[in-house]
């Protein structure tokens, strides 16, 4: 049985390669740029539509803020300031280093800040997932509404609606199989401790033991996804381009599903590349499509990593850096 730092090798020498054959396709992609264009089209840019992008990018914590306070469990409760302090440091984590390091640090933070304990931590994160991945599924019918998927796109979107179904009902079957609180104390032995944080996070899964709850956290990661998909229109404004409707999903769609794992700092070529091919599907110049992607991603990145390390960067290091609280 391999040993975990041959899983870790095994999973580092994946993504790398995923990493890898995404930015090789984007360099060939790029032979067929005329550099003098895409300068001339950046002089033509509007910034105030830039604005607009990083705003309503922006908004994205607001939201996501609003949807963690929401599915902490009820016995609990976070002060707005705290969690928006997890949420936009763990943002600036999640783009600036690559792998899981920000979702672990949001976790680490909201037992911490919001003093709930690292299980109910987890099941906020758990809950978050399940909500994204069917917005995620959303966002792609609404495509498959306008236009034909491309192959890729449709296989991969049957692939999450699989995973998400089973673990959707498999967390709904584990929040109520634990619906009673387990024993305050743990076990003394290693196993003992383990069964018992995982009862706790079970029995934390308090929003999917109340639709209205769980509703309300797949609202409002619809709500995200219209804030990012608001954000693809105005950069393509930017540019003065009035593409249809459909191409704007279809980017987002692209972008959503290729980072669904980070590969990489802040999607730093992913990104560009499954935005860059979406445009290229649907007849966006290469010219344009290169400067949308790269002017999309940085009106994504700038509020992302800017907020979190403006309202508490250094506080959140210190604070990771120190003893945790007793779980």
């Not at 949420?87 to 999640?94: E, F, K, P």
């Not at 049957?158 to 498999?170: I, K, M």
Request: proline share 6%; aromatic share 8%.
């Amino acid at each position: 049985m391999p040993d975990a730092r041959s899983s870790w090798w095994l999973s580092a020498l994946l993504r790398g390669g995923f990493l890898v054959g995404a930015t090789l396709l984007l360099l060939v992609a790029l032979q067929d740029i005329d550099w003098a264009r895409l300068l001339q089209l950046l002089r033509t840019l509007r910034i105030s539509w830039v604005a607009l992008a990083v705003g309503l990018n922006g908004s994205i914590l607001v939201l996501w803020s609003l949807q963690w306070r929401i599915l902490v469990p009820g016995e609990n409760s976070v002060p707005w300031a705290s969690m928006f302090l997890v949420v936009s440091s763990m943002a600036m984590i999640s783009n600036s280093v690559p792998f899981m390091v920000g979702q672990a640090s949001g976790v680490l933070l909201l037992a911490r800040y919001g003093g709930i304990g690292h299980a109910p931590a987890l099941s906020v994160y758990t809950m978050e997932q399940v909500a994204e991945g069917i917005a995620k599924i959303v966002v792609v019918i609404g495509v498959a509404m306008l236009a034909p998927l491309p192959a890729s796109l449709a296989r991969g979107v049957q692939g999450l609606a699989v995973l998400v179904s089973g673990l959707a009902v498999t967390f709904v079957v584990l929040a109520f199989r634990f619906r009673d609180p387990p024993a305050a104390r743990p076990p003394t032995s290693a196993l003992g401790r383990i069964k018992h944080f995982g009862a706790r996070w079970a029995h934390s899964l308090e929003g999917l033991r109340t639709p209205r709850v769980f509703g309300a956290g797949i609202a409002l990661a619809l709500g995200m996804k219209a804030a990012e998909f608001g954000g693809i229109l105005a950069v393509q404004q930017s540019l003065g381009l009035d593409l249809p409707m459909g191409t704007a999903l279809l980017v987002l769609a692209s972008v959503n599903f290729a980072t669904i794992v980070s590969v990489s700092p802040g999607n730093l070529g992913v990104f560009e590349a499954a935005s860059f091919g979406a445009y290229r599907l649907t007849g966006v110049s290469a010219e344009h499509a290169l400067t949308l992607s790269l002017l999309q991603h940085a009106c994504y990145v700038i509020p992302m990593v800017g907020v979190g390390y403006l309202y508490g960067g250094r506080r959140v290091f210190v604070e990771l850096q120190s003893p945790p609280a007793p779980s």
